[in-house]
Nanobody
Framework: QVQLVESGGGLVQAGGSLRLSCAAS????????MGWFRQAPGKEREFVAA????????YYADYVKGRFTISRDNGKNTVYLQMNSLKPEDTAVYYC?????????????????WGQGTQVTVSS
């Protein structure tokens, strides 16, 4: 059983930056593909970014590509999401997730474990 704990959310002005962290415990972190999703009020949870086990391959949703960067440190059992040039429409609860299978990393159903989420609010 893997436990995931996100941190780093907060309130930021449009154009600003935040870095989210997700610390994993209870499993072999390097054996999981990791992803970030977000959910805004009244909307479905949507894919943001994902990274393969070794960190060599990353994936991004079109609406964050060029602004967000996902990375991982397998030695620290942590995955990060660097968010730059934030927009009000990025406001959401951000969740990290772990997938043992690692197939279809853009899909919500691929992931086996989820964190509790961290709130990101971008003011205009």
């Amino acid at each position: 059983q893997v436990q995931l704990v996100e941190s780093g959310g907060g309130l930021v002005q449009a154009g600003g930056s935040l870095r989210l962290s997700c610390a994993a415990s209870g499993g072999t972190f390097s054996s999981y593909a990791m992803g970030w999703f977000r959910q805004a009020p009244g909307k479905e949870r949507e894919f943001v970014a994902a990274i393969r086990r070794s960190g060599g391959t990353t994936y991004y949703a079109d609406y964050v590509k060029g602004r967000f960067t996902i990375s991982r440190d397998n030695g620290k059992n942590t995955v990060y999401l660097q968010m730059n040039s934030l927009k009000p429409e990025d406001t959401a609860v951000y969740y990290c997730a772990a997938s043992q299978g690692g197939v279809g990393v853009r899909s919500y159903s691929t992931y086996d474990y989820w964190g509790q989420g961290t709130q990101v609010t971008v003011s205009s």
